[in-house]
């Protein structure tokens, strides 16, 4: 592939980069000036805004690279802009734009010292995971990746006065730092060889260099739990519903709409990039992880009482549904069956796309519930509809997109990755034949259980009656916010109305990454993936249909019979005593989930006593990945540094008879 | 008459039959895993021997391997007619019509299945393309059906429904036989179906014995015995 | 195409309007095999008018989304009535959705009607969304499983090519769609809140799952949901019917064997409603933590059906 240097869509992202990183540093002398503080997110926006138009740019035009000057000596930092690197630049701008201008509104009540660190690690935030997208050595890759995980801490940990809070914070560093040595040993087994000193650490001599079967195993198995830990596949996935309920909304929204997704990116890369052969069975291993990460996740978001650690779960289910694409893509490449391949990828990176807008919009709409409630508590929200009808409505377009219904985004790429599945038949491997129609029926269930979490969410948080009295005075969000939700929703819609047209728009990073481009045999109104007597879907046609239908029947309906509707107390099958604890909690809601799939979970109940004035019963639902494997690894390590202090007598002659020790045997090898 | 094509498909409306025949076959032995009742068991396994019955009888008579209709005949007699007759009995004057008590869960009993089965399928994939039968196709359901009814023995506790299992597990046995090559020697098959009654008998008489001994038909019982 | 087009509304208005008919059929059919005497075949018709005609009370609390629920509840049943195939093969319509995009249309109506039963915030409304939404979420994935199966064989999604394939193939016994078929079954009367799953006549609060989500509904709202729950009935039916014994349906272009495929509908349908009032008759309602094992059940035949597919046919 030709590389221009010279004219370049690179140095136009660099731009945006140089902006985030301004506005930063800008932060840290202005940090006393609320309004100059928040002034900096509208401009934060705007580079999103430029970001996505660049990320545009690098799916239409050729790539082009650049190598900049900056850093250790004789260490520069190449930087690349193609096709893949575009499509996630897109993705990143899109959400950051429109949590961008959430945030001006939301952070603009908080105190002067947490709204500084915002200000300054906020744009550092998206610089480090737009260098992620264009770096093109392992070295650069590295540092971007790293500034990534740390800004985000610092983000998480932007109200660090309380203690729950540090503590996820730190589980949070700690995953990001397992993944990342597993990221460090995956460049190190793929250095190009026949290259020496720093350019083997370039992407470009990693694509040219011949590894052994095995050492592209061990790559990519290194590359999977290093992405995986960031993307929150099971079992690497304790941190997510942990940090996301402690970072404050917008950074939860970036974190899960935007940087599960830089773990996706860098996993193509590798996979599909770097290196130059695949094997089948690491598709079958990140179909079968990404199936148990979509079947837990959305489990447990079933059993949730707390709202954003509800969303958390969901975004663990929807990483594992693009997870379980990324492995049939995987295993239809490596059959040489390509145009299945770019089926499956289109889904993937469409999904991944939606997925950035609707939980950002999901995770923004929460932070307004939680600045209007003070409470993340379901069983202190309800019937804030009526109070917020913005948010109410807004958000109901974000729950109707993640619960998978038409005419909204998260069908159209559930039903490309369904039609994936069931262009499956006649694979070489006869197993996978065969297990193929049960992972079928696994993401069908993954999905309509989907639809079971979001009624819950919605229904318990937005409808009924408020289960607080203080909820009276529940307040609307401010322009700013309503302003990014709205974003955030249109595009939902237009991406859910206009598949035709983002297929083709995703074409060039489908193209790179299978090596060749989904074929829509059906024209710009009607997508049909490869043959259209297959399979089509047109959602324009057909939602101007429904909305024809819909408004044919209200004419005919108000027109015929115009009696009144008179308004009275709830009926309530003449029950006279309503009172709003009767309506079903969120526990109540996730009862029969926590029944039917109790093998998977460890419930701890607490039940009321019979004195009691308050009667409270509380039922919480436990990862069991705690019980099996974290902890067992915790009381391990602990161990180990037990038996490592007896070596620590805190007399400096024993130090120096261990350094002497060693220094003997060295020189016993050396010799 | 006999079109066999190149993707092993076979036509032939007689062995249409026999397919959806195979199908039901494995059916039942997915709903013997999941009935409650030893009553229900009871008609299952006689279902399932009927089954069995008829799509061996059409086998043999297209096929003019005349051999098998002694086998269909045997089967009708004791697996249709006088085992479950007995059970039917048995059950009565033991008092046992209680719910039989799995030890696994519903579900995940079922997903077990549904993974032997994609293993039976794909073991039997290689075997059938050897034999040189017209019904080789339905090995796959013939192993499955081995493999689940091996299955519910292991997830039931009470004796009698595992004595079931054993028996369809030999339904299944047989079927295999009759898929790949046309049936056993009828001698070994007389002789199979010989030690099958005889076995069944001695163990109705146990059956009493057992309940005289302990009061119960938990198996369960006689591990707690064991330890004495 | 003009004759498409032509076809098209009227085979969607037949169904909009012949809806309450299929339902009143098997109230009739199922009165008698009860031993009680049948109400007219009308009846369904004299209760929409009733309830259009009538006053319409509306919870204080009660927010536009709970007013909106049943125009979008039966917008949708008549959509899918449209991409259908009942009477002709010929549907301009039906390229814009297929039959997992004929799932996400069910899936939408029975999730605005979920939330609209918990937007009163009564104790009965939000019992009856969490029974829906269970039920669905085991049904659904059924569903979908039923049409793979059956797609597997017609290699394709589209319920028209879908039905063309299984019309003209040549006779032959697919274990595979008898599989599918009784899976089929099961999802129907779950979804359409039929005995043993749910029952559409019973005036026990604590049992009920459909009719406790529409508890807070009156007047012409009761009436449009009413008859989109008939519609519904009506679709599926015409559904299981497309898919499982399409011989009759008109084929491309041929309009002469309308009449013939309209007495084939209305024979087919007749019988359908027959055997689902003999299946409700023989039947009890069954305890509703058994309702995951049934619909497991129908999940697990579907996905059988899929294996053996793969063994016996392909």
């Known amino acids: 592939m030709s590389e221009i240097t010279g004219y370049q869509p690179v140095a136009m992202v660099w731009g945006g980069v140089l902006c985030w990183l301004a506005l930063a540093l800008l932060a840290i002398p202005l940090r006393a000036h609320k309004r100059w503080l928040l002034a900096g997110f509208p401009l934060a926006a705007l580079t999103g805004l430029w970001v996505a138009a660049v990320g545009v740019a690098g799916l239409l035009l050729p790539a082009s690279a650049q190598i900049v000057p900056v850093g250790f000596p004789g260490l520069p930092v190449h930087l690349r802009l193609d096709a893949l690197s575009g499509f996630f630049l897109l993705l990143l701008g ?578 | 008459m006999i079109s066999t094509g190149a993707s092993g498909m076979i036509s032939g409306w007689y062995l249409q039959i026999v397919n959806l025949l195979a199908a039901l076959l494995l059916l039942i032995s997915f709903a013997m895993l999941a009935q409650r009742r030893v009553a229900g068991l009871i008609s299952l396994f006689a279902w399932q021997g009927a089954a069995l019955a008829v799509s061996t009888a059409i086998v043999a008579v297209f096929t003019a391997q005349w051999h098998l209709l002694y086998s269909v005949a045997l089967t009708l007699l004791l697996k249709v007619m006088i085992i479950p007759w007995f059970f039917y009995r048995l059950v009565r004057k033991l008092g046992m019509s209680r719910d039989v008590e799995p030890l696994l869960n519903h579900s995940l009993t079922m997903l077990t299945g549904i993974v032997l089965v994609i293993f039976a399928f794909n073991l039997a994939l290689p075997i059938s393309q050897m034999a040189g039968t017209v019904m080789r196709s339905t090995l796959g359901i013939a192993m499955a059906c081995v493999l689940l009814s091996f299955l519910m023995m292991i997830t039931r506790t009470k004796a009698l429904p595992q004595v079931i299992g054993f028996m369809a597990m030999e339904n299944g046995i047989f079927f295999a036989a009759t898929s790949a090559t046309y049936g056993m020697p009828l001698v070994v098959e007389l002789g199979v179906a010989l030690d099958v009654l005889v076995g069944v008998f001695v163990l109705g008489i146990f059956f009493f014995q057992i309940r005289e001994t302990f009061e119960s038909m938990d198996l369960r019982q006689m591990e707690k015995r064991k330890e004495h | 195409m003009s004759g498409g087009v032509v076809l098209q509304g009227l085979q969607t208005v037949l169904a909009v309007l012949a809806a309450p008919l299929l339902t009143g059929w098997t109230n009739q059919c199922r009165a008698r095999l009860q031993g009680r005497r049948p109400p007219p075949l009308w009846q369904s018709y004299r209760v929409l008018h009733k309830l259009f005609l009538k006053e319409t009370v509306l919870a204080k609390e009660a927010s536009p989304l709970f007013q909106a629920t049943p125009y979008v509840v039966f917008s949708c049943m008549v959509l899918a009535a449209g991409i259908v195939p009942m009477l002709a093969n010929d549907l301009p319509f039906s390229p814009v959705a297929d039959v997992i995009a004929l799932v996400g249309i069910f899936a939408l109506a029975r999730v605005f009607l979920a939330l609209a039963a918990m937007d009163v915030g009564t104790a009965f409304g939000t019992l009856g969304a969490r029974r829906e939404m269970l039920v669905a979420f085991l049904a659904e994935p059924a569903l979908l499983m039923v049409f793979f199966t059956v797609s597997l064989i017609s290699h394709s999604t589209q319920l028209p090519l879908m039905v063309h394939v299984l019309a003209h193939r040549k006779f032959a016994i697919y274990p595979s769609l008898a599989f599918a078929g009784v899976a089929f079954w099961m999802v129907s009367v779950a979804e359409n809140a039929r005995i043993p799953v749910d029952n559409p006549t019973t005036h026990l609060e604590l049992t009920m799952i459909h009719e406790a989500m529409i508890l807070e509904y009156s007047g012409r709202y009761l009436a449009l949901i009413e008859w989109s729950v008939a519609l519904k009935l009506f679709v599926y039916s015409a559904l299981g019917i497309a898919l499982f014994v399409p011989w009759g349906i008109a084929p491309v272009g041929d309009e002469a064997a309308l009449p013939l495929a309209l007495l084939a509908l209305v024979a087919k349908m007749a019988v359908g409603g027959l055997v689902l009032a003999v299946l409700e008759t023989l039947n009890a309602k069954m305890r509703l933590f058994r309702v995951p094992e049934f619909l497991g059940t129908a999940f697990l035949l579907a996905v059988l059906g899929m294996l053996i597919h793969f063994l016996l046919e392909s």
């Not at chain 1, 947490?114 to 093109?136: K, S």
């Not at chain 1, 499956?344 to 929460?366: D, E, M, P, Q, R």
């Not at chain 1, 929703?489 to 193209?511: D, E, H, K, N, R």
């Open chain 1, 94 to 671: 899109m959400g950051a734009f429109g949590v961008s201008v959430y945030a001006r509104g939301y952070f603009q009540h908080m105190e002067i010292g947490e709204l500084a660190r915002l200000a300054i690690w906020y744009p550092a935030f998206l610089a480090a995971m737009t260098l992620v997208l264009l770096a093109n050595d392992a070295y650069a890759f590295m540092v971007a990746w790293e500034l990534m995980a740390l800004s985000s801490y610092f983000l998480v940990t932007s109200d660090y006065r309380v203690e729950e809070i540090r503590k996820a914070g730190f589980l949070y560093l700690l995953m990001a730092h397992i993944g990342a040595v597993a990221l460090l040993l995956c460049f190190g087994v793929l250095q190009g060889n026949g290259h020496t000193g720093d350019a083997a650490f370039t992407f470009s001599a990693m694509r040219h260099g011949v590894l052994t079967p095995t050492q592209a195993s061990l790559a990519f198995l290194f590359a999977l739990i290093g992405f995986g830990a960031k993307a929150g596949l099971v079992p690497l996935h304790v941190w997510l519903p942990e940090a996301h309920p402690a970072a404050p909304s917008p950074v939860s929204a970036l974190m899960s709409g935007v940087m599960l997704k830089m773990a996706l990116y860098g996993l193509l890369r590798v996979g599909f990039d770097l290196l130059s052969v695949r094997q089948e069975w690491w598709g079958v291993l990140v179909l079968v992880l990404g199936l148990m990460t979509a079947l837990y996740g959305v489990i447990f978001a079933a059993v949730q009482s707390d709202i954003k650690r509800l969303l958390a779960w969901s975004s663990i289910e929807n990483i594992g549904l693009i997870f379980t694409g990324l492995g049939l893509a995987i295993i239809f490449s490596v059959e040489g069956k390509s145009g299945l391949a770019a089926l499956a990828l289109t889904a993937v990176l469409y999904h991944a796309l939606n997925h950035a807008l609707f939980k950002s919009l999901l995770f923004v709409g929460t932070g307004s519930v939680l600045h209007a409630s003070g409470t993340r508590l379901m069983s202190g929200l309800g019937g804030l509809m009526r109070k917020m009808p913005w948010t109410g409505w807004l958000m109901l377009l974000g729950v109707l997109a993640i619960a998978g219904l038409p005419p909204l985004n998260g069908f159209v790429s559930e039903w490309l990755l369904l039609q994936a599945f069931l262009f499956t038949p006649g694979l070489d491997l006869h197993y996978l034949n065969m297990m193929l129609p049960v992972a079928t029926a696994s993401v069908a269930l993954v999905i309509a259980l989907a639809a079971y979490v979001m009624v819950k969410f919605y229904g318990v948080v937005f409808l009924g009656q408020p289960r607080n009295p203080a909820l009276k005075h529940a307040h609307e969000a401010d322009i700013w916010q309503r302003m990014g939700m709205l974003w955030l929703a249109s595009a939902c819609v237009l991406l859910g109305l206009l598949p035709s047209a983002v297929i083709v728009l995703i074409s060039p990073a489908v193209q790179q990454v299978a090596g060749r481009v989904l074929t829509n045999d059906g024209g710009w109104l009607v997508l049909a993936p490869m043959d259209a007597a297959r399979a089509s879907y047109a959602p324009l046609p057909f939602w101007l249909a429904t909305l024809a239908v819909l408004l044919l029947v209200y004419g005919l309906v108000r027109f015929r019979y115009t009696g009144r509707v008179r308004r009275s107390a709830a009926w309530q099958c003449g029950f006279p005593a309503v009172t709003a604890r009767m309506q079903d909690s969120a526990e109540g809601f996730g009862q029969p989930i926590q029944h039917i799939f109790s093998s998977f979970m460890q419930v701890d109940r607490q039940y009321p006593q019979p004195q009691d004035r308050t009667p409270h019963y509380a039922s919480v639902s436990i990862d069991q990945w705690w019980h099996f494997l974290y902890l067992p690894i915790v009381a391990a390590t602990n161990w180990l540094s037990q038996q490592t202090a007896r070596l620590q007598h805190g007399r400096i002659q024993w130090y120096l008879t261990y350094s002497f020790i060693t220094l003997l045997v060295l020189l016993v090898f050396v010799q």
